[in-house]
């Protein structure tokens, strides 16, 4: 993950959906083909989610004598990771700032990069990273013109103008655009999924705010005192009411878009 602007990632509600949120990574890493000598890294790997599948496919012993190294800029996350056991090396650093220390085998970042701007100078940087015949294998959220997402900002300019710049919070290229910057770089795949994911019932809250205010409204809601946000929040969950209704049991049906690319050099 990278930083926030005033406080640092909360492992507990990041995990709070971590079914949810490890689903594309593990569907970006079946895509994954034969790679070259190299370390693998993790790159934003938060608490280590993927760890143990990336350790599985392509560092465990007798496979290759790949190092698995995570990059995070969040302590509290890169803490969680190191729990597991499974990362030979873990440095805290911005990504847009990053460098690998030698050629990497892959660079994977799952639902990391759209926290770091100009994608169209970041996005050479990491593939000139990688070893002949590496890959770059990348899932973000593409999800913010939905009302999950749009709202918080909608409300945000509305309630409390010029308090939050949306620039400055997670965002996308189109995919054209991706196209664009990495298909003359080497072979590339670009392709979307949309997840039908079932939100648990939440007593104290709409599913969908749980989900998205640890992540996505986590730099708007900082922006703002508590008072604020208490009101920010009990508009967007009347907004999120109508938008996502709830199922007799509370959960709620919640469609959630990520846009995958991959290339191998």
């Known amino acids: 993950m990278v930083g926030a602007p005033t406080q640092d990632w909360d492992p507990g509600a990041y995990q709070r959906f971590r079914g949810h949120r490890l689903q594309p990574a593990l569907d970006l890493l079946a895509r994954i083909g034969n790679l070259p000598d190299g370390d693998v890294i993790d790159l934003g790997c938060g ?25 995070d800029a969040s302590g509290a996350m890169l803490a969680q990771a190191k729990g597991l056991g499974l990362y030979t090396r873990l440095d805290q650093a ?28 970041l ?27 749009r709202v918080w900002h909608s409300l945000a300019d509305e309630m409390f103008p010029g308090r939050y710049d949306a620039a400055q919070g997670p965002g996308v290229l ?16 670009l392709w979307e999924t949309e997840y039908y ?11 969908v705010r749980r ?17 604020e946000q208490s009101r920010l929040i009990g508009a967007y969950e009347a907004v999120m009411e109508k938008a996502y209704p709830r199922a007799e049991d509370g959960s709620v049906l919640f469609p959630f878009r990520r846009l995958f690319f991959m290339l191998r050099v």
């Open 123 to 149: 996005l050479p940087h990491l593939v000139g990273m990688l070893a002949p015949g590496g890959t770059l294998a990348v899932q973000v959220p593409h999800q913010n013109n939905a009302p999950s997402h």
């Open 94 to 121: 911005d990504i847009a700032l990053w460098a690998a220390h030698e050629p990497a085998a892959l660079i994977f970042s799952n639902a990391a990069l759209h926290w770091v701007g100009d994608h169209a100078t």
């Open 211 to 227: 989900f998205t205010e640890a992540t996505f409204a986590r730099p708007l809601l900082a922006a703002l005192d508590p008072a």
């Open 47 to 71: 608490d280590g989610a993927a760890g143990p599948e990336l350790t599985a496919r392509f560092c465990s012993r007798g496979m290759s004598q790949r190092r698995l190294v995570g990059v």
């Open 174 to 189: 189109l995919p054209a655009d991706y196209h664009h910057i990495l298909s003359r770089l080497g072979d590339l795949a």
């Open 197 to 207: 994911q079932v939100l648990p019932p939440d007593p104290e809250a709409h599913p």
